[in-house]
């Protein structure tokens, strides 16, 4: 995966459109579907739970399938690329107890796993208002060069790939 910039206002509003499309379909949706449910299979007994719940669930499937559906639109792209750039830095920090001891050890795919997980964290965290743990993440990038330094490597993050982590 590359790190690419994005436009953050784009983004943001985009990501916005579409949580509250989410929110207003889910809504809409699993009440509509609970309703009709219950007229056409009323309980006697007065719960409607069963069907309330397949009301939520049955909506959120369909959510599910149109978000997956328009995931390549091009109204979706920046939450589309911010949503796959969590995915794989999830799928880094998963595996971050493996990748530590590779990178003190000189792993090539390790530091370059890390210098991506700190592109990207960095880049996330912007796009996000959250700069809380900047000054943290400086100083692993920080502790990222010396090792890179020491090893004599120079890291890019857009060399990682997600097979590295299946070498360490």
């Not at 010396?146 to 490597?153: C, F, P």
Request: hydrophobic share 45%; proline share 2%.
């Amino acid at each position: 995966m590359q790190l690419i910039n994005i436009n953050k206002n784009r983004y943001r509003r985009h990501l916005n459109w579409v949580i509250a499309s989410c929110v207003i379909a889910l809504t809409v949706g699993s009440l509509g579907i609970a309703q009709t449910l219950i007229a056409l299979f009323p309980d006697p007994s007065g719960s409607h739970f069963h069907w309330n719940l397949s009301g939520v669930i049955v909506s959120s499937l369909l959510i599910g399938l149109v978000l997956n559906r328009y995931r390549q639109h091009a109204f979706m792209t920046e939450v589309t690329y911010v949503w796959e750039l969590k995915q794989a830095l999830n799928s880094i920090n998963r595996n971050m107890l493996k990748i530590k001891p590779a990178a003190e050890a000189g792993n090539i795919n390790a530091l370059t796993a890390l210098q991506f997980c700190y592109a990207g964290s960095r880049l996330l965290w912007q796009l996000d208002d959250n700069t809380i743990l900047m000054d943290e993440l400086t100083l692993d990038q920080a502790a990222l060069d010396k090792l890179a330094d020491q090893y004599s490597v120079t890291l890019n993050a857009s060399d990682y790939s997600k097979e590295m982590l299946d070498n360490l």
